[in-house]
């Protein structure tokens, strides 16, 4: 088993900058993908980023140059996001694949308003 605990998620204006944490723990081996996804009010969950344990790293076009991710010795993935606009306004879920397995936190809001 692997848990997956987020955090980060608030309310911000457009135009700031945020920072998402992904802590995980338990049963991690390598190699293995983290990653970030979104699902808005009656949209289906899409791949923000991800990033591989060689850190090779993957971006929706909707995010590419405004947000970064990346992961640290300790299993924890971050998701830098800058020039937040309203359309990033979702519950952002942190993702944990290593074929067979496939675990989610539990998500964490990110609301971008005036």
């Known amino acids: 088993q692997v848990q997956l605990v987020e955090s980060g998620g608030v309310l911000v204006q457009p135009g700031e900058s945020l920072r998402l944490s992904c802590a995980a723990s338990g049963s991690i081996f390598s190699p293995n993908i983290m990653g970030w996804y979104r699902q808005a009010p009656g949209k289906e969950r899409e791949l923000v980023a991800s990033i591989s344990t060689f850190s090779h790293t993957n971006y929706a076009d909707s995010v590419k140059g405004r947000f970064t991710i990346s992961r640290d010795i300790k299993n924890t993935a971050y998701l830098q996001m800058n020039s937040l606009k309203p359309e990033d306004t979702a519950v952002y879920y942190c993702?944990?694949?290593?074929?067979?397995?496939?675990?989610w936190g539990q998500g964490t809001q990110v609301t971008v308003s005036s």
């Open positions: 993702n944990y694949r290593r074929a067979p397995d496939n675990y």
